[in-house]
């Protein structure tokens, strides 16, 4: 585990798509974008989860550690 990276920039656009999957849920974006059919937002938030998991496993790489001696 000590030769593990975490990425900031795709560990946070993991956390905020997860959030995003979570409001809609619950039922909180509901308030500020307007779905026509539940289709639609079912859709949005399957597409949201497999970005927010390409996201995270993005964030995490292996250190590249050369011990190459001469």
């Known amino acids: ?20 999957v979570y409001g809609l849920m619950a039922g909180k974006v509901q308030e500020f974008i307007y779905f026509a059919d539940p289709l639609n937002e079912m859709a949005m938030a399957f597409l ?13 790489e292996k250190k590249n550690v050369n011990n190459f001696s001469k």
């Open 48 to 60: 949201l989860s497999m970005i927010g998991g390409v996201c995270f496993l993005a964030a995490f």
């Open 1 to 20: 585990m000590r030769d593990m990276k975490v990425n900031l920039i795709p560990f946070v656009s993991g956390l905020a798509c997860f959030s995003v």
